[in-house]
């Protein structure tokens, strides 16, 4: 151990965060030395200098005022110039600079009633087709995001989980599909964790949230068999999953798909057997348009960077709250005089994680000089409350259980970020918080050993440049919904102190002490070890 990094572990130990002990910790540390006459430059962020949850929640309802921030929209394109006006009135020494590019876009022709931007729900249509040409509708839940617009016509089926979707039972069907949703047993959080707070390490049973799931599969299949459409059926009512607004791939499939709450599948499985048929529509259009990331760049000492990203697209007031996150700690590090900013602090504002085959993390990502970053930290989808299905039959709804969601701190290959995710979720007192050296089994044939930070942070751990990353997966996640009532505000602002601590505290470290195991990794990368591949998704769904 470095007599440098020595003393960074003696500061957590005197701050009474050792790292073995769960609880919470003290609420300061030793300042670091100033040369006579100058204050202390601050070791952890005073609450008292930092954004309030009021604050807070005043900037999310502005960032929320622009509607659905689609990709590419006019809304989405209303949240990014908002965003850069927000930055320059933090500080004037803020360089902007946007890096533009071309998408496919999805988009619904339906538009939001009593407010602006554009509305998914609206976008879905099914009705039954009756003798004589009658039609009657079933209301539905909202288009399928990237499905293909249009309307078609076929005989109701209803295909169990356990029955693969094939041309011999699809073709030419509306294909009705329990929505695919997966889970994991709590104790995985153990399995590469570093710390789990008492709150979470006592939970028992399965982590079940919708964003696991495996809707990209079920569309492939059923474009492939020659399904008419695929009606995804929720099993909670449909008011709870209005404008549900998923899968993200950016695969454009090959067919129409809605979804709808319990009581319309219900009706729906009961006409599949009677042989009635329905005609489904998609009201929306696909397009190639240009969208842009836009970088903000605030000059420290040294040309070393520090990185914090978030995405700018999405439909809820979880997909992406970290953007506000990010302009609080900015605007807290912006006001530090220089001699307390050893490193430039870069923003990366991305669009496009509304499709993975062409996210604007990763274009950013790919354009960074490794061995110029300090570290990078991506900020998603924080102050989230728990909210789960309860009940059974047609009583079972989703409700909030009073928790707040489980808030995976995910901190790569190096002692001295682990140690820094455990000192700051100990300090701020952070409730239901895992913090992990990945999500995934690890390889120590590949560099990095676990591929996955559980959101944006794969872009920079996967080209080694060291990584912490915060997120979480609520119901509410692609789910709007329930609105603000999704984000408790005092549970975003700890999150987001955490965020300005760990900054504070790796400030003080040189840069090949916080790349840690990063820097044998990349010797190894260049002799040839194998690394994380990127996640490739087809952008045009392939036909049967």
Known sequence: MSKRLGRFVALVLVAGLVVTVAGAGAQGSAPVPQAAGQAACPSVVAPGSFASAAQLRKQLTKAMSFGQRNLASASHRRLISWLEREVKRIDRDFRLRSDPFRVWRWLPRTHARGGPGLDIARAGGLSLVRPGGKAGSVPVAGAVHWSKPGTRKGRL??????????????????????????????????????????????????????????????LLAAGRAGAAGVVFAFDVPRRQVRGYYDPHTGTLYRLPAVFVGSAEARRLKALARQGRSARIAVRAKVDRAMTRNVIATLPGQSKEKIVLAANTDGNS?????????????????????????????????????????????????????????????SIEHLGTREIIPTGQGPRRHLEFTGKGDPF???????????????????????????????????????????????????????????????????????????????????????????????????????????????LSFRERLAQGAPTCPREVYPQFAPGP
């Open 157 to 218: 089926v209803y295909l169990g989980p356990d029955d693969e979707i094939t041309a011999a039972n699809a073709k030419g069907r509306v294909v009705i599909r329990d929505f695919p949703s997966g889970s994991l047993p709590f104790s995985a959080f153990g399995f590469v964790g570093l710390y789990i707070t008492p709150d979470l390490a006592s939970e028992t049973g399965d982590y079940a949230r919708p964003y696991i799931n495996e809707l990209q599969q079920e």
């Open 317 to 377: 007031w979880v997909q992406e709250n970290g953007i506000v996150g990010m302009l609080a700690v900015a605007r807290y590090y912006a006001r530090l005089p220089l001699r307390c900013r050893p490193r430039t602090l870069e923003l990366a504002f991305a669009s496009a994680h509304d499709t993975l085959v062409s996210d604007g993390t990763d274009k950013y990502a790919e354009k960074l000089n490794e061995t110029n970053v300090a570290f990078a930290f």
């Open 408 to 518: 995976l701190f995910a901190a790569g290959d190096s002692d001295v970020l682990r140690q820094t995710a455990i000192a700051t979720t100990q300090r701020r007192r952070l409730d239901r918080t895992a913090v992990l050296q990945g999500i995934g089994v690890p390889d120590a044939a590949r560099v990095p050993p676990i591929c996955s930070m559980g959101g944006l942070g794969i872009a920079f751990h996967r080209r080694l440049i060291p990584t912490l990353a915060m997120i979480s997966g609520p119901w509410t996640l692609y789910d709007p919904a329930f609105g603000r009532r999704a984000i408790d505000f005092r549970r975003m602002r700890s999150q987001a102190l955490a965020v300005g601590d760990s900054i504070l505290a790796l400030d003080e470290l040189p840069t090949d002490q916080i790349a840690g195991d990063y």
